[in-house]
C-alpha cells in the first residue's frame, strides 16, 4: 500500500516517477586534512548516527555533494555553493554590504563589481538596464516606489518580488 503523501503526488501527477529521499548537505565524518570537504562516506557517515544503517538504505540517502548534484541536475554544485560563500564571507563583507544597501551607489562602477564578485547575476542584470527601467517607469508611483527600495530588505534577505517586477520591465 503506497503511502498517503505518495498517493496524494500519483494522483496529481499521474505521469511523473515520484523518488523519496533523505539528504543532508555535508558530510561532518570527512576529514578535510585528506579528504575533500565536498567528498563524502555514506556508510561512515550513517554508520556514526546511532541506528542510521538499520532504517536508511544507502541508495535513499543523499549526502554532500550528491545531494547538491541532485538538487541542481549538474555537477560540482556543492563546489560552486563553497565558492560562493568564500566570495562572499571576507572581513569586509559588512562594508560591502552596506555599500549595497545604499541606493545612491548604485551608478557607482564599484556597485556592479561588488555584484560580480557575490554573483549576484539578477540585481546586475538591473543595474545593466537601470536607464532603460528608469524611462519605462517614468511616471508609474508603484513602480518607481519598487524601483527605489534596495536590494535587500531589513533582515538582508534580497527582494527577489523587486526583481521580478523591475525584470518584466526590460
Known sequence: ???IIEMHLYRKFPDKEIQFYIGFPFDPTVNPEDESVTSFNKSRFLGSIINMNEYFALDETLVASELWDFLSGQENTMEQILQ????IATTDFLEKYKFLKTNENRNKPEYKE??????????????????RIRNSIENNRTLTRIYNKTAFDSKGNYLTGRYNELKNII
Open 1 to 3: 500500500m503506497l503511502p
Open 84 to 87: 560562493i560563500i568564500n566570495a
Open 114 to 131: 561588488i555584484l560580480d564578485d557575490w554573483f549576484l547575476c539578477s540585481e546586475t542584470e538591473l543595474i545593466i538596464n537601470d536607464q
